[in-house]
T-cell receptor, first 119, second 110 residues
Framework: GAVVSQHPSRVICKSGTSVKIECRSL??????MFWYRQFPKQSLMLMAT?????????EQGVEKDKFLINHASLTLSTLTVTSAHPEDSSFYIC???????????????FGPGTRLTVL | RKEVEQDPGPFNVPEGATVAFNCTYS??????FFWYRQDCRKEPKLLMS???SGNEDGRFTAQLNRASQYISLLIRDSKLSDSATYLC???????????FGAGTILRVKS
């Protein structure tokens, strides 16, 4: 499968700080990337779909001004959590979708995730 | 009906057992289906893709039942290392994203 990296793997920050998370597809060009959030012992929740060169599509209930997404190239998407608060503490995971290694268009490959803790 | 539903479990099985779980989906037009494995505090990893009636990879077999709209995952000769949460995923109605089930927890014990 495709290789997706995510940085940083862990962030601890103070309330009010903005945190940027990078997601890179290392071995293929990802036209579409997805950002998920997962709270402990809960399922993956899709936050937004990031398309290269265009605005992200946010899921219902996700504030686009709080979770800024930029997908400036075919290999990099960033998620910025602005003015983070303790309730934003979660596991943030990105995934890439594309014709990686001959796979299906719908297959998604996940980055290792970023664990955000807001104090 | 939810787009994708899974029995949350947990399924507690002894080593060597065969275990199967199902995932039901609502979009009858879906053409592809996926099983992911997620370990605690880790990202999901693609385990198997299903595009026709089923797929087999070693001890793992996925089967698709289009009439009843479910996919199953069968694990033979369970290992301790199979303990994880298994997520199924199905493309959304517009095909633009994957819809994930909440996952089924498997615990294999010695």
């Amino acid at each position: 499968g495709a290789v997706v990296s995510q940085h940083p793997s862990r962030v601890i920050c103070k309330s009010g700080t903005s945190v940027k998370i990078e997601c890179r597809s290392l071995d293929f060009q990802a036209t579409t990337m997805f950002w998920y959030r997962q709270f402990p012992k809960q399922s993956l929740m899709l936050m937004a779909t990031s398309n290269e060169g265009s605005k992200a599509t946010y899921e219902q209930g996700v504030e686009k001004d709080k979770f800024l997404i930029n997908h400036a190239s075919l290999t990099l998407s960033t998620l910025t959590v602005t003015s983070a608060h303790p309730e934003d503490s979660s596991f943030y995971i990105c995934s890439s979708q594309g014709l990686a290694g001959g796979g299906s268009y719908n297959e998604q490959f996940f980055g290792p995730g970023t664990r955000l803790t807001v104090l | 009906r939810k787009e994708v539903e899974q029995d949350p479990g947990p399924f507690n099985v002894p080593e060597g057992a065969t275990v199967a779980f199902n995932c039901t989906y609502s979009n009858s037009a879906s053409q592809s289906f996926f099983w992911y494995r997620q370990d605690c505090r880790k990202e999901p990893k693609l385990l198997m893709s299903v595009y026709s009636s089923g797929n087999e990879d070693g001890r793992f077999t996925a089967q698709l039942n289009r009439a009843s709209q479910y996919i199953s995952l069968l694990i033979r000769d369970s290992k301790l290392s199979d303990s994880a949460t298994y997520l199924c995923a199905v493309p959304s109605g517009d095909g633009n994203k994957l819809v994930f089930g909440a996952g089924t927890i498997l615990r294999v014990k010695s």
